[in-house]
């Protein structure tokens, strides 16, 4: 059995938690610490490329008694900083468990902490908001100036980073869709998959590339940090608006209502979890979503739509709809990895309207 490492958490206001460091050895880590509140779907999230730039503090006590497995993935690598947890389980049982987490983080790469008072980390972090800490062996005051250092995920290009560096195709649905990589999830292209032949391009692909690509739909996905650092996109899309259907999910919700001359803002700790609660006001019904985003767009900012979703925790706007040209998005994750599948009537719906433009595929 390894020896305990011990080591603590500092956030950039000089706060101290102390703890076991687990997962790959690292003499810091740092980056903007953010709080999800999933019971489930440890691997999903440590594997969503959303989380780049961010150290993640679970909120459920126990993470790690399940194991993880080669299925549940989001992405061909980790890209977050860093992981904090209460209990790390001793044992994993699940029958389609392939490995310990602990086991899992060295191999990925990824550092973590143990042992920390994660209820009281994240009330911190509720009342004062996301902000940059680090973690390791160093001692305090060295740990508290790689914190205060940090530069967090404002005004920083975290979409480059994640994003895909050559196109590839997925997916055999009857539609073809050309999905702008912003960072996206596996998950997501799975359910695309079931309407589309799908090819993913990367982030800085021009317009009249993938305009020349003649496809039926273009999805802008999930993605890291700031949607005004992601300007090549946005302009990009400009070129679509009104020529082809758009459906945007997170952080292509964000750049796809910039485009349309809206206005987005930094939240005080975001929201990161599979269960929060989505009024639909078309149809009345309350959706409980995955989320995981840190910024958000102004209600009411954004011209010529139809306001189609909000947030019954706080009121933040979660979804809109073009009046006068065939394009949607919203700010949650219908795909649901991990997460309720609440929402996932949207990629049919993204079909109809590929289909209402075009006329029927099938």
Known sequence: MSAIRYGCLVLADGSVFEGELIGAEREVASGEVVFNTSMSGYQEVITDPSYAGQIINFTYPHIGNYGVNSNDVESKRSHCRGIIIRDLARRHSNWRSEDDLDSYLKLEGVPGIAGIDTRRLTRHIRNHGSMSGAFGELNEKKLGEVAAAELGTSGIDLVSQVSTKSPYTVG?????????????????????GRIATIEVVPADTKPEEVIRRNPHGVFLSNGPGDPEMAGAVVSAIKQFLGVIPVFGICLGHQVLSLALGGRSFKMKFGHHGGNVPVRNELTGKVEITSQNHNFAIESGSVPGVVETHFCLNDGTLEGLRCQDIPAFSVQYHPEASPGPHDSRYLFDQFAELMSSFHGDQS
């Open 172 to 192: 055999n649905g009857p539609w073809r869709v050309v999905v702008y990589d912003l960072g996206v999830k596996q998950s997501i292209l799975e359910q695309l």
